[in-house]
């Protein structure tokens, strides 16, 4: 590394690099010390110390997606901005604030008192369900009137459960594509010992095709006593189909597919108050489709994905918007799931608006109330 | 292996400029930042991951540069489901069966046998293996819609772009004398994997100004008459606005212009934009979605 190229302007000092390298790391950019380095590198192969060109060579280096390519122009002119015009040395605190992480809102909290309170329960009240009869029991009960300590053993239950149907799910697969195509390559090795005959024939099965979920859940007000549920549902299905992604929605769509992806439930709840918004407030499904197709619609939906819809169907915004949006989604993926928590009311009919509106569409129309009817899941996928 | 023997010597880049109007005298109109990234590319050889949407000319770099250096250019078009025997190498199975009923008669013990029908006369090399196999020059890789690929292959690709080499198992690892300049483009259409993101520059492809978009009308077609390509821009550029679900890109403006040029209008008028709607809109909904605001108010 020939830092010496540059040493007109101590501005852009390597010291200086390394210290922008680290507060852009703080604030959003996901660039390791492998980064580090490549920027130094950078900045000394292009040599002239001006601002656009170290502005470029440092974006091709710290970015790798176009939501960081965009943020990118922020964090420097804070940096080199803030550091020419007040104070001496440029320095991270200073902005720190602007772009720290937003606090848990009072809505959303509630999910992490829910969330805490199993933990606690764990060692005192696991005894309270075992054995065969409580899980029966325990899949049958109505979500909105589980108790805490229901809650947490469901937990435990639906991600043991779902393990397995993801097992089952795998291995049908495999055994429907057995050999169907002659391997030459292996082949060919084995007829080596026969002079050349392909006496043995070596057989490749076909990878089975990948099967995408897109989980779009409601978490408006009259979804609240499920939702919160149904979130872990949503975890335990990510966990085990791994091509899956997940959205909460109220009146906007917000993806939390990433936050949901860690080892440990309790961590995927607590990141998640951090920062959705919109729990328990009002409901607008088809607009909520619509920004989700616009934003994510080219990227998601394919052939091979299946769209499952969490809501109860009381939508305050457009039928005609819904039914519109609904109708794209369906022409393009393989099956529309919708469950819906009121159909385990026994004198329930889907004549809402919204509901009517989308039922034509849908391919899949069930429960989604109790345990047992989330794992009737399984026919359809 | 494409090596075309009639390539220019390829002369030394000395700084981002330069190397940003050596792409404009080929015809590639840039910006700074596109020049800084590829100059990188070729100042760190470290593969550089171009994204954007369709149409915007992120294959065309790979051309361009490959045009640039002198070198030989090897593509490699992604999609769902390649796999290693059209990526990287296969064996000419064909060939070995003759040679195994050519051998037969021989004394040769079976280990002989084999190593010869798994050596190099039998390997059926695909682009990645030529990228590595270059004898004299760096060759520009370009691998073309890794977003297309799935996360195996993906997977497969870092040990080549970090080490530039390559494993057969019946021959052994084979090292790249020459590193290529590796370009991968994506449309976005997956996330990649941020172990692959690691290893590479980055760089965001966006939609052009009207200014650049007019230059790079001129450049891309000298004959055109500025008017008319003013026009065609302007109207794209329009249409870009609206909420399409395949908002044009700069290729949609080049096919859009050419077309109204091979038609002998002098002008893009309503009519002819009508008549060559197909350039811009790509779908039924698009089309009717153009019309109901109105071509004249896009033309404006």
């Keep these: ?381 | 292996m494409p090596v075309s023997p009639t390539l220019p010597p390829a002369t030394p880049i000395k700084d981002v400029d330069s190397l940003r109007l050596r792409f404009e005298e080929l015809g590639y109109v840039t910006d700074r930042a596109l020049a800084t990234a590829v100059y990188l590319l070729i100042k760190l050889q470290k593969p550089l991951l171009i994204e954007g949407h369709a149409g915007l000319g992120k294959t065309e770099v790979a051309k361009v540069l490959a045009t640039l250096l002198g070198a030989p250019l090897i593509r490699l078009q992604c999609y769902e489901g390649l796999d290693i025997s059209s990526a990287v190498y296969e064996w000419n199975y064909q060939k070995q069966l003759l040679a195994i009923k050519i051998q037969e008669r021989t004394q040769q013990s079976v280990e002989e046998k084999e190593k010869h029908i798994f050596s190099k006369e039998f390997l059926l090399e695909r682009p990645l293996l030529q990228s590595i196999l270059a004898e004299d020059v760096s060759p520009v890789l370009l691998i073309d819609e890794i977003d297309r690929a799935d996360e195996a292959f993906e997977a497969f690709l870092l040990e080549l772009l970090s080490d530039f080499q390559i494993t057969v198992p019946e021959m052994g690892t084979i090292k790249a004398k020459h590193i290529p300049y590796v370009i991968l483009t994506s449309n976005r259409i997956r996330e990649l994997s941020d172990a692959l993101k690691r290893r590479c520059f980055y760089h965001w492809i966006d939609y052009p100004s009207l200014e650049k978009e007019f230059k790079i009308v001129r450049a891309r077609l000298p004959g055109v008459d500025p008017n008319l390509g003013m026009q065609v821009v302007r109207f794209v550029q329009n249409a870009r606005q609206l909420d399409l679900t395949k908002p044009p890109g700069v290729s949609e403006t080049l096919d859009c212009v050419h077309s109204v040029m091979s038609l002998g209008k002098p002008r893009l008028d309503v009519q002819t934009a009508e008549e060559t709607l197909g350039c811009v809109a790509k779908s039924m909904e698009d089309s009717a979605k153009l019309r109901a605001t109105g071509l004249e108010k896009l033309l404006t």
């Design chain 1, 1 to 381: 590394m020939e830092a010496t190229t540059r040493h007109e302007d101590p501005a852009y000092s390597t010291a200086a690099i390394i210290e922008f390298c680290h507060f852009a790391r703080t604030n959003g950019l996901s660039a390791g010390v492998q980064q580090t380095l490549s920027a130094v590198e950078a900045s000394a192969a292009i040599g002239v110390a001006d601002r656009q060109a170290i502005a470029c060579a440092l974006r091709a280096v710290l970015t790798s997606s176009k939501e960081e390519w965009d943020l990118f122009d922020r964090l420097f002119e804070i940096f080199w901005n803030g550091a020419r015009s007040e104070t001496g040395p440029p320095s991270g605190e200073t902005s720190d604030a602007r772009f720290s992480v937003n606090k848990p809102n009072p809505s959303s909290r509630a999910l992490m008192t829910r969330s805490s309170g199993e933990t606690s329960s764990t060692d005192g009240e696991g005894k309270a369900v075992s054995g065969a009869s409580a899980q029966q029991r325990l899949q049958k009960v109505d979500l909105s009137e589980a108790s805490h300590n229901d809650l947490f053993a469901l937990e435990q239950i639906c991600l043991r459960l779902f393990r397995k149907m993801a097992l089952r799910l795998s291995r049908r697969l495999k055994i429907r594509n057995f050999a169907d195509r002659v391997d030459m390559r292996r082949t060919i090795r084995r007829s080596v010992p026969h002079g050349g005959d392909p006496v043995v024939l070596a057989f490749q099965g076909r990878k089975p095709r990948k099967h995408r979920l897109v989980i779009f859940l409601d978490i408006s007000g009259s979804m609240n006593s499920y939702s919160l549920f149904l979130v872990r549902f949503a975890y335990a299905l990510q966990k085990y189909f791994p091509q899956t992604h997940t959205f909460l929605f109220s009146t906007d769509v917000v993806e939390i597919t990433g936050m949901l992806r860690t080892r440990q439930l309790p961590e995927a709840l607590r990141k998640l108050s951090q920062c959705a918004t919109g729990w328990a407030g009002g409901t607008k499904i088809g607009e909520s489709l619509r920004s989700f197709n616009r934003q994510y619609g080219r990227k998601l939906i394919s052939r091979n994905t299946t769209f499952i819809i969490l809501s109860d169907g009381w939508d305050t915004g457009e039928p005609a918007t819904l039914a519109a949006e609904l109708c794209i989604i369906s022409r393009r993926i393989a099956k529309l799931i919708w469950l819906n928590p009121l159909m385990g009311l026994k004198d329930y009919k889907p004549i809402t608006r919204g509901m009517s509106a989308a039922l034509p569409y849908v391919d899949v129309f069930a429960a989604a109330h109790n345990l047992e009817s989330l794992l009737a899941l399984e026919r359809y996928l």
